[in-house]
Every structure is written in C-alpha cells, then in structure tokens.
C-alpha cells in the first residue's frame, strides 16, 4: 500500500486554491500525537498559512467540524473575536481539499496564522485557577450566545456512543470478549444517565473543545484567554464537556510529560475553587454537575477506547487503553462524588 505523501497534497491543495503564489516551503510543525498533521507554508510573495491534514475518519465529519469552527471563529463576540484561527474562504465556501488514491483519501484545510502570547505555567497558582474559571465561564457565554446561530451537527456524544455499540456488536473492534462487555455496559450507562438528566433535550449544547492542555491555549499577561489553535477533539455538546481537562490544568500536581486520565481531579479542592468562580459568572445547574460523570466517562469510551490508536503514539495508547480498563472505569463511581461539587456551589 502506497504510504502518503503529505507535501504533494498541500502543493496540489493550494494549487487548487490560488495558483498565483507559489509555495516557497513547506515546514511539519505538528505536535505529533493524533492522525492530524500540521504544516507552515510559506510563500514568495505572501504571508504564510497553516495547512491541516487528516487521513482518519469521514470527510463529511471533518468538513461538518470545521464548518462550525469558521463560523464560530467568524461570529464570537469581543473579546473572543480573534480567539480561533480562521480558515480560508473561496468564493464564500470553507475551502477543504479532498485528496482520492486508489488506497487512500485526505483531506486539507488551510488557516491565517493566529498571534501567540503566553502560556500558562505548569503548576498553577490559586490566583491563576480563579481566573481560568472566570475566563472559561466567559468564553463559554459567548459560545451560548451565538450558539442558534451556527449550523446544526449531524452527531452527538449520543449518536457516537451508539456507533461504538454498534462496532463491537459487529464484531470490528478489537478488544478481549471481556472489554467488549466491559465497553457495552459503560455504554448503556452513559445513554441511560444521559436519558436521565434529559441531555438531548434540557441541556444546552454549544460548541467545546474538550482537550485544554496548556500547550494549546495562549493567555494574556493578565490571564485572559488570547488565541488557540488546536481543534482535534472539537465538538458540539454540554459545557461540561469542557471541566475535565480544566480539572487536570488545575490539579495540585500540575502538568505532566507522563500523564494518565484518572477522574480524581474533578474533586480535587482546587478544581472545586475553579467551578466555584466558574458558577459566579455563568451558574451551573444540578443535571449538569451530575453530568460531569458522564462527560468523563464518554471521554474515556470515545477518546481513549475508540479512538486513542488515532490520537496517541501507539505505545502510550496501548497504556492509556490497559489503564482504561484496569482503573479508569472502575473508579468512576467510586472516585466522583457529585454531591461534594453540588455543596460547594450551592446547588
């Protein structure tokens, strides 16, 4: 099978979209840990862009995701309106580049470069937590408020739960029978708790990134958000979506070169501070603290279950997947304790 050859793509997809500048370079600055790759393309005669290239999934997904991104990044209201990186536009349509071989297809989007100021440190301060939670309770506003006008997603965290289901049913995930029990039954919880606190129909859905490690994100010297540029894990649900990885960045340890995905951080005393500014500017109701759970537990199925081979290099996939199985799920219900959350805020 012919391997791809992700120079040529970017060549033939900005051929496609303005043959009138020829590409000087084209540099790989992907972080290296998912499917997607990233490249700086520079130019003789104008500014550079970043062309993102993704060979995983459906091009119909893709191009539904990054859709909604642009209109997102096109329509947040100040002082988010330069949050996101926009994508390139011809002739008034989000322009992708859909490569066909006989043994592969890819896709490409292009972006403006965005501006970068600093990064969060590792370990935050309390200072530091109480601000996040202002700023992200601000930020998901401003995704509510324009939330009706983006275009509508064709899936759910309902509707890729009952595809991973319908995978293991048909026998084309791989997995020990035991796992595939273990998987199914995770499942039908999760839908059944969704179910419970009316997730399809009382909980407002806007558009979350899922994935906040600090190396995604730029800040302000004053701590408010400034740009962001990573969108792999992007999505339409529950603002709670968001907690998990905001938990982590909160986290008495601080951020990891050696990470696991234990669900211990969401009650962590610190990341309690963070929701209770949080709760301040943007309150939080008692269905979505209670879904805060299955936000996790959905992150676990999806993330690190069905897709992790696709977003991790494989060994720390293949450890991220054991771990799954042998702790992450097992501590769900022993580990997370909503009512402590639902104390301190009050609820």
Request: net charge neutral.
């Amino acid at each position: 099978m012919e391997q791809l050859d992700n120079y040529h793509i970017i060549r033939q997809a900005w051929k496609e979209f303005d043959d009138r500048h020829e590409i000087k370079g084209i540099y790989d600055v992907s972080a290296h840990v998912s499917t997607n790759s990233v490249y700086k393309v520079s130019f003789y005669d104008r500014q550079p862009v970043f062309a993102k290239l993704s060979d995983y999934g459906r091009f119909e997904d893709f191009k539904e995701d990054h859709i909604i991104i642009n209109n997102l990044a096109n329509n947040l209201e100040i002082p988010y309106e330069t949050f996101l990186a926009q994508s390139l536009v011809k002739r008034n349509d989000l322009y992708i580049y859909r490569y066909f071989s006989q043994d592969h297809c890819a896709w490409v989007v292009f972006y403006n470069p965005i501006k970068v100021k600093s990064k969060l440190p590792r370990r935050l301060e309390d200072k530091h937590v109480k601000k996040m939670g202002r700023e992200l309770a601000r930020f998901h506003k401003a995704c509510y408020n324009i939330s009706a006008q983006l275009p509508i997603a064709s899936k759910s965290v309902v509707t890729d739960i009952h595809a991973l289901m319908k995978t293991i049913r048909k026998d084309k995930f791989c997995a020990s029978p035991e796992n595939k029990d273990l998987i199914l039954e995770q499942c039908d919880i999760f839908l059944k708790n969704a179910d419970h606190y009316n997730y399809m129909t009382e909980i407002d859905i806007i558009p979350v990134f899922v994935d906040w490690n600090i190396g995604n994100f730029s800040v302000t010297p004053d701590g408010k958000f400034y740009s962001r540029w990573d969108y792999d894990w992007f999505r339409m649900s529950t603002r709670v979506m968001d907690f998990y990885f905001f938990s982590r960045v909160c986290s008495d340890i601080g951020d990891r070169t050696v990470f696991s995905y234990v669900i211990d951080t969401l009650t962590e005393d610190r990341f309690i501070m963070f929701l209770k500014e949080y709760h301040k500017i943007y309150p939080l109701t008692e269905p979505e603290v209670r879904l805060i759970k299955e936000c996790y537990r959905f992150f676990i199925l999806n993330y690190v279950i069905k897709d992790g081979n696709y977003f991790f290099r494989s060994s720390y996939a293949r450890k991220l997947q054991k771990e799954a199985y042998e702790a992450y799920i097992p501590a769900i219900n022993r580990n997370f304790d909503a009512d402590k959350i639902l104390r301190a805020l009050k609820l």
